[in-house]
């Protein structure tokens, strides 16, 4: 084996293993795809109850130095000045061009930052960063951090079994970050995730996470669940996934994330533009973009997978499909893609074409399930 | 009445002048949870190693191969509302559709249990 192939590991690997997950390569990782119980029921426990899922694999790049707030701003169209201690925010690293080199979480912990990128992008985005303002901040890969994510409508009164105070918990809301002791562990909690449900990701040294993870897997409301859970939930969720729904070629108004770009920042704010690609992207929240990513329903059985592609009803090309699959809560296939911004409405009736056959499939509004995020 | 197997994990059973075909239990393991099958038109012919089906799970889609040449003669319409059976009972209720071989003795060349047996040993 040439060790430069060789995928790393997690913490976590022998769990999985022991657990007996089917394992996979991911992003330079061996990560669990799912467990004996199955991607179906994985996914239908964390919309039901609780289950764990190992993200350790994702990169938590720790930033210090003066002025750090103001600094990141120069790279990311959030307002990270207005961002308070104990609070983390959804954002875009951009480049020239205006696509997106990766999505990522910006959390304030009060005398530093830490950014919680994708595991595929995490070296590339600390090589990024450091060149762009390494002579002012310093940015340090905690890969001596691991991460998990404790999701579904039963993860608060899980941490309270473990010893969280039940008005921490209670006053926490929804993108809130709190050190908590979890099972006598200190532990950095956000309230926050990545399947439309109420949930927790928790950041521990690597070498107390198996103990957590064990400690969460005791409690009888919570299973663990794999990649593939992970995909259907978050695709129900209407949440993009980086590589595929969004990427370097695609801007954050076309991916629908204008939400994104912080009213302080556009143009009439109090600090517009200054971040990569600002032109484009301002231009972009006024004016929209040429084409748009929707949520889309086929309307047979057939799942209409990545790379499907899409036309109107007299088979002219309009786009195609970032991701697609089977939703286990809707019991139906889902997709998302992009189209031409004519044919984005909620209602349209496009074509997919599946094994050479053009089969109805429905733009409709996302989530595909309800967010049930606790705010 | 023996069942043949294919390399690519279908399998093949005679059933009077027809043959019954479907994926193996590995087949179906190695594809995850089946939530859509796509099965030829009765009436299509088709030769052998020609895709002729196609199983979704949820994490992939994957071809069906023709065991053997022939003609469709009946599909499992069960499988539209349940596809679960693929992999509750692939070599039972999860049969994908019937064919009238073209040429019987066609049945001979596949895999024997033996030797399918052999194939995923040499899997494992």
Redesign the interface.
Known sequence: MNPQTEPATTPLNALHRRLGAKMVPFAGYEMP??YPA???AEHRHTREHAALFDVSHMGQIEVRGDETAALLESELPVDLLGLAAGRQKYALLLNDAGGVRDDLMAINRGDHFLLVVNAACKHADLEYLEQRLGDRLRFTLRDDLALVALQGPESASVLESLGASPEVLAAMKFLHVADLRLDGMNCVVSRSGYTGEDGFEISVPANTVLQLAESLLDHPAVEPAGL?ARD?LRLEAGLCLYGQDLDTGTSPVEAGLTWAISPARRAGGERPGGFPGAERILAEVSNGADRRLVGLLPQG???M?AGTPLADNQGNPLGAITSG??G?SIDR?LSMGYVAASHAVPGTELSGEV?GRALPVRVVDMPFVPRRYAR | MSTKYTNDHEWARQEGELVVVGITDYAQEQLGEVVFVELPDVGRTVSAGEEAAVVESVKAAGEVKAPLAGEVVEINDALADNPEKVNEDPAGEGWFYKLRPEDPSALDALLDDDAYQALLASLA
Do not use: C, T
Request: proline content about 19%; cysteine-free; hydrophobic content about 30%.
């Open positions: 795809v799912s199955g991607i179906l593939g259907s059985r057939a799942p997978r699959g089977f286990p296939p094994r």
